[in-house]
């Protein structure tokens, strides 16, 4: 019995050295890049004019996302019944984007 415990733990401790090694190994290249002065890497280093346009065209875009959203909201809404669009709104409220929005705001 003990023998076999002291296999067990032997092949597991020899597993993870040559996982490990093998992990090293295969991130090598990702390493050298990032440590090299490449200009393609240089958005690690700063945010260039580039990547603030990128960031606003995607806020851009998810706020008419979030508006066309809560028309339709409002929209379907107004189909139901007062009380039933009242509790649908609500509903929509506690489950959307709009929870987060008030939170923020009462910070």
Do not use: N
């Amino acid at each position: 019995m003990k023998r076999a415990a002291v296999i067990l733990l032997l092949s597991t401790a020899v597993g993870v050295f040559v996982y490990c090694g093998t992990y090293y190994t295969g991130t090598e290249s990702r390493r050298s890049l990032l440590e090299s002065g490449e200009p393609e890497l240089a958005w690690l280093r700063r945010v260039t004019p580039e990547i603030e346009q990128a960031i606003a065209a995607a806020a851009k875009l998810r706020g008419e996302c979030q508006r066309d959203m809560l028309q339709h909201f409002f929209e379907v809404s107004q189909t139901m019944p007062a009380a039933q669009g009242r509790r649908y709104l609500d509903w929509v409220q506690r489950r959307t984007f709009l929870t987060v929005e008030r939170e923020t705001s009462q910070r």
